[in-house]
């Protein structure tokens, strides 16, 4: 079932899935692991996400990739789907251990390009990155995508 990729797609909680819902937050949680859900907690989902039964009962969002509607779709979106597919989640840490380290690289390539101008187009190019993922890390907190690990909440 795609309930728990539908929820994280409109950065909701649990919680937060469950008071929309009306049903209790074990109960999301058990249709998030996999157990079989009753039609009448289908029902409130489907009329949460605006979706029908159907498609609440995926496995898997499935995009027909012959269709005008993938053709349209710019490259870096059809990127994006394929990192999806790869199951690779952005991480707060690791954006921000990247930011650091391309700060610091960036300011000593800076430094050696007193001597060298490869060094001083180096470093530009470093401080640029830099400050990319600080922009990525801006986005990530506004927007709620980081990934930390699976969800914890207790029952």
Known sequence: MILKQMRLSRHLSQEQLADMSGLNVR??????????ASVESLKCLAAVFEV????????????????????ELPLWLKCWFFFNFMDVR????????IEIVSHVTGFGFCCLGLVSEAALA?????????????CLGWQ???????????ETTSA
Do not use: C
């Open 27 to 36: 109960t999301i949680q058990r249709i998030e692991s996999g157990h079989k």
């Open 52 to 71: 029908n039964l159907s498609t609440l009962n995926q496995e898997k969002f499935m995009i027909d990739k012959s269709t005008d509607n993938w053709k």
């Open 90 to 97: 952005p991480n707060r840490k690791v954006a921000k251990r």
């Open 122 to 134: 180096g470093g530009l190019i470093m401080l640029a990155t830099a400050y990319l993922f600080y």
């Open 140 to 150: 990530g907190d506004r927007y709620g995508i980081w990934y930390d690990g699976p």
